[in-house]
């Protein structure tokens, strides 16, 4: 099996950098226990910093800076999705980014195959209400449905207390459950991740 793996983390926090974010830590967290499985350490991007435009189309003109982004996803074996939950849900930046991600169903490789099949999805939640399994339901069905694969138990998450404001990115150490599930994730999808590059769905 290959090990020549690659993770890419797309961050959909509310919050441009510098502020702090709990989706990124979580993130950044996940793609370090990749690194241990034999997958390459990989950009980790908080879109809001980006001018990443709606729509569906690989590239809506006029400075849109989902292009750049868009390549690096599509060279990354591993993709890692980390929200916050906003009112039960993902952010609407997580919204945006699977709208475009929509395109790629119309995308295919050499052999007729949508071009992710073959590449793997991980999910990262948090945020200071319940919607964790919600939310991961959610973005695991819309990530199948356009070419990704979900590894078991492919969601990591944290949840704090309703109506409190601790967040994830104030715990230090993070806390024994989530980091069992961050390996167990990462764990699963560099395995994935290994089996599907050695031998992709089959051809159309």
């Known amino acids: 099996m290959t090990t020549d793996l690659s993770a890419v983390v797309l961050v959909c926090s509310l919050k441009k950098s510098p502020a702090a974010s709990s989706s990124e830590k979580l993130g950044r967290e996940v793609l370090e226990e ?7 350490g990989g950009d980790v991007i ?14 809506e003109g006029d400075g849109d800076a989902w292009p750049g982004i868009r390549e690096k996803v ?4 591993v993709l890692v999705l980390a929200t916050p939950i ?13 709208e475009r991600l929509d395109n790629e169903i119309a995308e295919t490789d050499d052999e007729g195959r949508p071009i992710l099949f073959g590449k793997v999805a991980v999910v990262a939640v948090v945020g200071n ?3 964790a399994h919600n939310t991961g339901a959610e973005l695991f069905g819309t990530l199948s449905a ?11 998450y944290w949840v704090g ?7 994830y990115n104030d715990l230090d150490p993070a806390p024994e459950k989530t980091v069992g599930t ?23």
């Open 86 to 98: 906003w009112m039960g849900l993902p952010s609407a930046v997580c919204k945006m980014v699977l």
């Open 146 to 156: 356009i070419g990704y694969t979900i590894p078991a138990e492919g969601k990591t």
């Open 34 to 40: 990749l690194k241990g499985h034999g997958v390459a």
């Open 182 to 204: 961050t390996k167990t994730a990462a764990r699963n999808a560099a395995h994935l991740a290994g089996m599907l590059k050695s031998t992709n769905y089959p051809a159309s």
């Open 129 to 131: 209400e319940d919607g």
């Open 74 to 77: 599509l060279a990354a074996d």
């Open 46 to 59: 908080r879109v809001v910093d980006h001018d990443v435009r709606f729509g569906v189309s690989a590239d």
């Open 161 to 167: 207390e309703a109506m409190q404001g601790t967040d």
